[in-house]
Structure formats: structure tokens, C-alpha cells
């Protein structure tokens, strides 16, 4: 079973920071490709760059046809908004079935037709905040943590310590 995040309404620059951040966070905690809906090469080498370091075969796309990708997507469609059913409502039926997910999420306000096209409309409580923030709770309770502690297979390995920082290098054989 595989997690796909949709970006919807990425903006130049402004969203760079944002945008980047949203798919280190996709790929930490488990998904396994970053989707967005337009294509911005500063984001995609920004995550690029965290992969061939840290590991994992995490991906980046563009669509051209955000509606035709989410029509076609075979599995589980699941949009974050604040509008939506409270996770704690809803979560443990999201979890029944091993489909694949597609995770939505917006910037600018997104279109109205997002909310009957998906199977699931998800708030992460109803107050607005952000689409980072969402996406982490919801992966962080839809893999029961696990994201956490997997082996990201990278370059670089962090040596957990008390104090202080430790860092192998050149671990990938
Ligand atoms: N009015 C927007 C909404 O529909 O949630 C808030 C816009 S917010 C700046 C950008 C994105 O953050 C939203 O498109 C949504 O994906 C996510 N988001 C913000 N608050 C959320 C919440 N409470 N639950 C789920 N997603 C949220």
C-alpha cells in the first residue's frame, strides 16, 4: 500500500519554502512521492538533494491535469481541509481498507469541485492552520507512528545522542 501527496496550488517563490517543506514531510513519514501541480525545479532539486543524501526512493512529479490525476488515481482519495470530518471520526475506517492513498492538500483556496471528487474530506480539527501541519498529523496517525522509525537506507545516518550532534557518512553500499 502506497501514500501519494497532491500539492494543489503551488505559486513561484512565494510557496517554494512551503512547498519543499511539505515534501520533506511527505517523505519522512512515510509516503513515497510528492505530486504537485506545477512543476517548480527549485522544489524538486531542494528534495532531490535531501534523498541522494538521506535515502529512500521518494519521488517528485508534476501533472498537467490535477482533476484527470485525482479521476484516475486508483484508491483511496483523501482531501485535508479544515471543513472536512474530524480525523478522530474518521481515521479508522480510512485504515480498514489496504488501498493506495492519495493525500490532497491546498495553499490558495482550493477549488470547490476537490471536495465531491475525493472519497474522504479530512480536518485535522476544525480550525484552520496549515497544510504541513496536516499533512504530519495525518500520516503520523495513519502509520501509527511507524514513519518514524524507519531506515531511510541514505548516505547519511544520524547516531541519535543525548547531547550533541553525530553523523556517519558514506553508509549506502
Ligand atoms: N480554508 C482552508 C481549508 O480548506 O482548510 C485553509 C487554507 S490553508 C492556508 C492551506 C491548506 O492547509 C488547506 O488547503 C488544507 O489542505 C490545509 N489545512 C489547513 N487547516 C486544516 C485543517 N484544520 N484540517 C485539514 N487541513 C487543513
Redesign the pocket.
Known sequence: MQVTVLR??HRYMRDKRISTHIGLVARAFGACELVMDLKDPLVEESIQQVVSEWGSSFKVHTTENWKKYIKEFRGDRI??????IN?NQCMDKIKETPKDKLI???????PSEVYSLVDYN??????????????S??LDRFFNGTGLDKDFGGNKKIIPQKHGKKVLENQKT
Open positions: 494543489l496550488g482531501h485535508l481541509t479544515m471543513y472536512g480525523i490532497i492538500i491546498g495553499g490558495k483556496k482550493v479530512v480536518a485535522i480539527g476544525n480550525q484552520p492552520h496549515s497544510e504541513i501541519s496536516a499533512l498529523v495525518f
